[in-house]
């Protein structure tokens, strides 16, 4: 595919331009953008977005391929729960994936007080 897009810019006599040299190189990095940079950039925001939106609550799934459930969160730490009585401290940056789950509301401080009452 590219080598005909490169052969239909240059000249048939073999005598290259500058302009088709410089056509050629934009086409690929268009290309380039499209095809790798683009998405990757689109994946990366939508992980920083979902590290972001974890609560307590909150089942995950980390890089390491523990799962549990959030009982508390810091700025760049989180604290699981696997079960049995195992709670593990783990940084932000380790959560693979959230499944969701939430069974107790972030700031449920006072709210959830006054409900009980």
């Known amino acids: 595919m590219i080598n ?3 052969q239909a810019a240059t000249p048939a006599a073999g005598q290259g331009s500058l ?18 940079l683009r998405p990757q950039s689109q994946q990366m925001k939508r992980h920083r977005e979902m590290l972001a939106s974890v609560t307590r609550g909150d089942t ?11 009982t508390k969160v810091t700025d760049d730490e ?9 709670k593990v401290k783990i940084i932000r940056s380790a959560i693979a994936q959230i499944q969701g789950g939430k069974s107790v509301a972030a700031n449920d401080t006072k709210d959830s007080k006054s409900k009980k009452k």
Do not use: Q
């Not at 995950?60 to 959030?70: A, D, F, P, S, Y």
């Not at 989180?78 to 195992?86: A, F, K, R, S, V």
């Open 60 to 70: 995950i799934v980390t890089t390491g391929g523990l799962i549990g459930k959030v």
């Open 4 to 6: 005909v897009i490169i």
């Open 19 to 36: 302009s088709s040299l410089l056509f050629t190189f934009a086409l690929m990095g268009l290309v380039i953008y499209f095809l790798i």
């Open 78 to 86: 989180l604290t699981l729960d696997l079960g049995n009585g195992n």
